[in-house]
């Protein structure tokens, strides 16, 4: 079971998590502990790309979840990339399509994401 | 050695653990991959196993049973795939529903194993929890 997590601040920096391999109850805590050290430094807005992500789990949405929900109390936000059919349908049965931001491509949702700052 | 009860069954017994959740995800995968399921199917079939599992870990861990183990055990007819998920996890703690509460992963888990798959029962046991899950092959 393959999972790797890069981080890395795009050009104003806003960060993005790249995720790739396999999200679950094993990985995710991974995941969880990336978002806390991003928030403790006071990010504002936070892009979660899961374009090279085979598959996700309850755990990982849970984590997510909790990510998005401390986000928009300190009036922040969290998007996702999310280009793949398979990953975007979890999302959508479970509804939490609903909730997040999801673009399919990187450039979209730092488009977005700067719209939203302005 | 233990016989299986038929001839198209798997049986798989694994530590109740995180780190062995994807090992019920390959195997069934590999089971599902023989059925006449579409590719979605066949990661239906994944995720729900991969729910269920995680919800065993889950318990085993609140329990306080690291010693707890998971079987997975599927059984392929023409029709359906049939897969039961046993654990020693220890009892589950019935599912209160409080409406100010954060949506907790076994709640997400729970709801994604009655979409993914046709057919969902749960029973309780002294020591853990069983569960079987059935998924039709509609393409045959």
């Known amino acids: ?118 | 050695m233990e016989r299986l009860e038929c001839t198209t069954c798997v049986e798989l017994r694994i530590p109740c653990r995180p780190e062995y959740v994807g090992v019920t995800r390959l195997t069934i995968l590999g089971v599902a991959s023989r059925m006449k399921f579409s590719y979605d199917e066949v990661e239906d079939v994944r995720l729900a196993v991969g729910e269920s599992c995680t919800t065993s870990v889950d318990r085993a861990e609140k329990n306080n049973r690291p010693d707890a183990q998971i079987i997975l055990r599927s059984e392929i007819s023409h029709d359906k795939l049939t897969i039961d998920i046993i654990d020693d996890a220890g009892s589950r703690i019935s599912e209160e529903v409080d409406e100010g509460a954060d949506i907790e992963p076994e709640n997400i888990g729970a709801l994604l194993v009655t979409l993914l798959v046709d057919e969902v029962e749960v029973y309780r046991l002294d020591t853990g929890t069983h569960v079987r899950m059935v998924k039709y092959a509609r393409n045959g």
């Open chain 1, 1 to 118: 079971m393959s999972f790797k997590m890069l981080v890395k601040s795009l050009d104003g920096g806003l960060p993005v998590i790249a995720l790739e391999g396999e999200v679950d109850v094993y990985t995710a805590p991974q995941l969880k502990q990336q978002m806390i050290v991003l928030l403790e430094d006071g990010a504002k807005q936070i892009v979660v790309n899961l374009t090279n992500v085979e598959y996700l789990d309850s755990t990982a949405l849970g984590v997510l979840i909790g990510g998005l929900k401390r986000m928009r109390e300190m009036d922040g936000n969290m998007s996702l990339i999310c280009p793949a059919p398979r990953i975007r349908r979890v999302f959508e049965i479970t509804g939490l399509d609903r909730i997040f931001d999801i673009y399919t491509s990187e450039t979209e949702a730092v488009e977005a994401v700067g719209k939203g700052t302005e």
